[in-house]
Every structure is written in C-alpha cells, then in structure tokens.
C-alpha cells in the first residue's frame, strides 16, 4: 500500500510540476503568446509552426486549443489556420516529451534551488515568475525519478502483476485506460511520460505501453473538448476539430504498432525511447497527413457544431468566455471586450435619453429604462467573471488591467442609473404635464449631451487603448463641462428673472438635469484616473472615487 501510495505521490508531483510550468509561462509571455499566434495566421504551415513553438513552452496543447479557440470564437481567425495550429501544437508537446525523457534529473536540484531562490526574493516580478517556472520544471524532473523508483518495487507485487497482465492484447482497453488518465490529470505529457517510465521498468510490455500513448494523445483531445462544453460554439469548433484529428489518427496508426515494433524497435534502443519516439511520430504523422485536410475537417466542425438561429437580442458576440478562464490573461482581454459592450449600451440610453426630451416618447423612455437592467446585469456578470480569475496568476500589467475593469464597469452601471433617474424625472415632470422647455434651454441641453457622448467616446478610447494623452484630454473636457453647467445654471436663472413661462415651468427640472449631465461626465472622466496614476500625470492629493471601494 505504502509503494502504491508513493507512486499516485510522484505522479501528482508530475501533474503540479506541469501545471506550474504551464501557468509561470502564461505568466511570463501570456500576452507575448497570444501576438505571435495572431501574427503568424500568413499560412497553414507558418500556423503549425507557432503552434509548435508556443505549445513547447507552455506544456500544454489543451492551454494552446482554449487560446486558439478564443480566437476562433471572437472572429479574429479562421477556423482551419485555428486547426493548423492544433497540429503543430500537439507536435510542440511531443517534443517536449522526448527533451524531458533523457537523463536530467542532475538538474532537479540545480532547478528547485535557483527557482526558490528567485521565487521568494523577487516574486512579484518577471524574475520571479521566472523561478516558478524553474520551480516546476525541477519538480518533474524530481517526480519523474520518483515514479522510477515506486514501479521497481510495486511492479514486483503479484496483484500488480496480474493487473498488468489482464491489459495486454486488449488495444480498446489499454486506450481507454490512458485516454481516462490523461482527462484526470489534464496532463497527456505527464501521462506519456508515466508511461514510458513504466516501460522502461519493465512494469508494462512495449505494445501495451504504446497502446496507452494512443490513449493518452485520445485524452488530451477530449480535456479540451470537455473544459469548452460552456462556450459557444465558435469557440467549441477548435477542441473539436484536434479531437477530431486524434481519433482519425489513431484508426490510423493502430493497426501499424506491429509493424513499429517489429521495424523501428531494433534501432532505437531503450523501451522508454521508443515510447516517446512512438508517439512523437504519432503527432507528425498526423500533422503532415492533415496539414492539407484542415479546410475540410474545419467543414465537418462546422455542420457538427452548428450555430442555432439568433433572435435579435441574441445577435452579439457574448466575450466572457468560461474556458478562458483556464489562461487568465486571455481571461482578462474577454472581461474587457465585455465592459466595451456594457459602455455601448449606454451610450444608447443616453443617446435615447436626448430624442425622449425633445419629442416626449413615452414608449422610447420605457425602452431605455429596460436597458438600465441590462447594465446592471453586465456589470454583474463581468464582476462575477473577474472574480473567478486566479489573480496570483496575474503579472503586474494585467492586475492594474483587472482594477480598471472593475472601475469602469463601476463607472458605467452608476451612469445607467442616473440616466433611469433622469428619464423617470421627464416623464414625470415634463411628458405628463405637457410641459416643455424654453428654446435656449434646450439648445443647452443639446450642447452638453453632445459634450457627453463625445466625452464617452473619448473614455471608451482611453480604456481600450490606456492613452496618456487622451486621458489628460479626458481631465480636461471635464473641466470644461463644469464651467458649462455653472454658466448654463446661471442663464438659466436670468431667463427666470426675464419671467420666461417656459422656464419657470421647466425650472426645477432643468437645474437638475443639467446637474445630473455633469455627475454622468464625472463617472465618465474617471476612467482617465487609474492611466494617469500609472504613470504619474495626477497630483498625490487627487480627491479618490469612493464609489469602487463600495461597490467591489
């Protein structure tokens, strides 16, 4: 009990030294990644090629499917480029297998010892984050030397003997053995390499080992199948389509161990090399054949995962994308896309808000009050969103990005509620008493809503782009908005002394709208505040929103 113990303890420590590699390295290069795959879409094979690459690094090819198919789902790419990459990705985790099969485990402690060592000393930087990657990569190395050392003795037990023996010559059962742990682990390398550690034991035959490879590269396909079941079906198309690939490719190669073992085992030399080398030439025996196949599996996927029929609210690409959340960087360009979509609506509640002043539309102001909700359910949906991302796997950039997100969207939900106020005010104060505002009333109104959208315009830029520049422009506009309002409250006070009708009626009305205008070019401005702290532009005794403290 004690050995089986200590070997299910190695290979969690496999699983974990993965699982830190792979974060560390979304860590260190997330953003980095995911420009290199949208810059090398030029052709199928430049595709494969950086899926090779990135996948290589990050240890993962089911991390390399969540990003691609994100891509996928957002339009940025083309759906067989997408499974060009896939291709090469699974060729990058290959050899990745065969590096860490040799003979490294002098390096185990040299690993560990300079990644604690930069962990701890300067671990909020990149030269931290670096040493995590360290961390994990001597960890399995060390697990790797564990699992050898467990099989020895556990393989000599005849239970274990016996349960050996009932898989040999049995392929589906092997491959559905392997394909169940590689899901379990969500980790095909750390399967492949358990695996060929067991081979070379001598704790499993060569024809059953290669059987669980197949098993193993079966299971990696589904872990990213299985982590998108959530999203929508853009995104799904990816995990599928490499699924696809597998399943294909082991129809293919299975008959053809025989042959393998009997042809190529002669040359290679020890069980664990001819594990590896096995199913590194799966993976590129499945790229070359398919490389030229990607426009029509990409067809299949289509028809598979075929999209409903939309009604009119559903025509918008939703961005908080579940499996996103598995790489946190890419997480946090989602919750952006999505805080975008919030300010969109409400730059139409305000937009709707002016038509409803000037021809008293009822049915409108009901409309645009309705949409107060949908903000309100944004706001909460990105928060929620925001939340489930891990931030100890935030670099620095995008943590400051996670609290501008969460300030923003605060900011858009308070000015949706205002608007909701504004327009219950003008049914109630203006519509129903058929009231109406003097001419140069509502020329003043109409200069400040114009002020407002183009400073909303403005603030979105300067969230999307994090512009210095803009963002002092932002600080400034609103400078400019408050000694409108002042100027225009007191015109307005002139015009009552002048005994206009109009504005007596209208008055109480009137100075509370355009007071209502400026709390909304507030919120708006305030989204230049957290660009300007960054870098230093804002005086330290800046008056602070006390709203996001509240809110969060």
Not at 91 to 117: K, N
Not at 134 to 162: D, S
Not at 501 to 524: A, F, G, M, P, Y
């Amino acid at each position: 009990m004690k050995h089986l113990l200590n070997l299910l303890a190695a290979v969690a420590l496999l699983v974990w030294g993965t699982q830190l590699v792979r974060t560390g390295i979304l860590r260190v290069f997330g953003t980095n990644l995911r420009q290199v795959l949208a810059r090398s879409m030029s052709s199928r094979y430049a595709a494969a090629l950086s899926g090779i690459g990135i996948t290589a690094l990050v240890q993962s090819s089911t991390a390399t499917a969540l990003i691609v198919g994100s891509f996928v789902g957002q339009g940025l790419i083309a759906l067989p480029l997408a499974l060009a990459v896939m291709l090469g990705a699974n060729i990058g985790t290959s050899l990745m297998v065969v590096l860490l099969s040799f003979d490294l485990s002098w390096l185990s402690p040299l690993f560990i010892f300079a990644g604690v060592v930069l962990f701890t000393s300067r671990q909020d930087t990149q030269v931290g984050r670096f040493g995590r990657i360290l961390i994990g990569l001597g960890l399995m190395l060390l697990a790797l030397e564990l699992i050898t050392a467990a099989t020895a003795v556990l393989t000599q037990a005849p239970a274990v003997k016996a349960l050996l023996i009932s898989l040999k010559s049995d392929l589906l059962l092997e491959i559905t053995v392997g394909a169940v742990l590689a899901v379990v682990s969500y980790s095909s390398l750390a399967i492949v390499l358990l695996t060929a550690t067991l081979a070379a034991s001598g704790a499993i035959p060569l024809d059953v080992a290669l059987d669980l490879v197949l098993g193993a590269n079966l299971g990696g396909g589904m872990s990213s199948v299985l982590t998108t079941l959530r999203s929508n079906a853009e995104v799904r198309q990816v995990p599928l389509g490499n699924l696809l690939f597998k399943l294909i490719g082991i129809a293919m190669t299975a008959p053809l161990i025989g042959l393998w073992l009997q042809h190529a085992r002669p040359y290679l030399g020890e069980p664990a090399t001819v594990v590896v080398l096995f199913h590194l030439m799966f993976n590129v025996l499945v790229g070359v054949v398919f490389i030229g196949w990607t426009q029509v599996i990409a067809r299949w996927v289509e028809k598979l995962l075929s999209r409903p029929a939309k009604t009119i609210l559903d025509r918008r690409q939703h961005h908080l994308d579940p499996s996103a959340l598995a790489t946190p960087s890419l997480a946090i360009s989602c919750a952006a896309r999505e805080a975008l979509h919030q300010a969109d609506v409400v730059e139409t509640m305000l937009r709707g808000m002016l038509e409803v002043i000037r021809n008293d539309d009822l049915q409108l102001a009901a409309s645009l009050r309705k949409m107060d909700d949908e903000v309100d359910e944004l706001y909460s949906s990105i928060k929620y969103y925001l939340t489930k991302i891990s931030r100890e796997a935030l670099a620095e950039e995008e943590s400051r990005r996670w609290t501008d997100i969460i300030s923003f969207t605060i900011n858009m939900e308070h000015i949706g509620d205002i608007v909701e106020r504004v327009l219950i005010d003008i049914e109630d104060k203006k519509i129903k008493p058929g009231r109406q505002f003097s001419e140069a009333g509502m020329a003043e109104i109409t200069e400040l809503h114009h002020r407002l959208i183009d400073n909303l315009r403005l603030g979105m830029s300067v969230f999307l782009n994090g512009s210095v520049h803009d963002a002092q422009k932002l600080l400034e506009e609103k400078a400019r908005f408050r000694d409108l309002e002042r100027a225009y409250a007191t015109s307005h006070l002139e015009r009552l002394h002048s005994n206009t009708v109009q504005s007596q009626e209208t008055s109480s009305l009137h100075i509370d709208l355009i007071s209502d205008l400026k709390r909304i070019n507030s919120h708006i401005c305030s989204i230049a505040y957290p660009i300007l702290d960054s870098t230093g532009p804002l005086a330290p005794d800046r008056p602070r929103t006390p709203e996001l403290a509240e809110k969060i």
